[in-house]
């Protein structure tokens, strides 16, 4: 079974960045449509990125300008570079597939930004 395991998280302050890496233990990763999602605390989990099979990519309007989702398919990982980060920003993130197909849940990394 695919495995999801997320990294890359931190503590960082106000207006620094973070790269995330999300790498899939196998499947056939370069046909999925990947999202990153962050669930803050007493908050529900939100989609903030997708990248398509084609590298098409699309972004929720809070983290819009500021993160970058990519792809390398030959590592079976996708990113998630964030920059100008903020307090709100703060939240546990996790990939999955975006396709209604998700994977097992991975741990998920910390980010916390600290104003």
């Known amino acids: 079974q695919v495995q999801l395991v997320e990294s890359g998280g931190g503590l960082v302050q106000a207006g620094g960045s973070l790269r995330l890496s999300c790498a899939a233990s196998?499947?056939?990763?370069?046909?999925?449509?990947m999202n990153w999602y962050r669930q803050g605390p007493g908050k529900q989990r939100e989609t903030v990125a997708s990248?398509?099979?084609?590298?098409?990519?699309t972004y929720s309007d809070s983290v819009k300008g500021r993160f970058t989702i990519s792809r390398d398919n030959a590592k079976k990982t996708v990113y998630l570079q964030m920059n100008s980060l903020k307090p709100e920003d703060t939240a546990v993130y996790y990939c999955?597939?975006?396709?209604?197909?998700?994977?097992?849940w991975g741990q998920g990394t910390q980010v916390t930004v600290s104003s």
């Open positions: 196998g499947g056939a990763f370069s046909i999925y449509l």
């Open positions: 990248i398509t099979s084609d590298y098409i990519t």
């Open positions: 999955n597939r975006g396709d209604g197909r998700e994977l097992p």
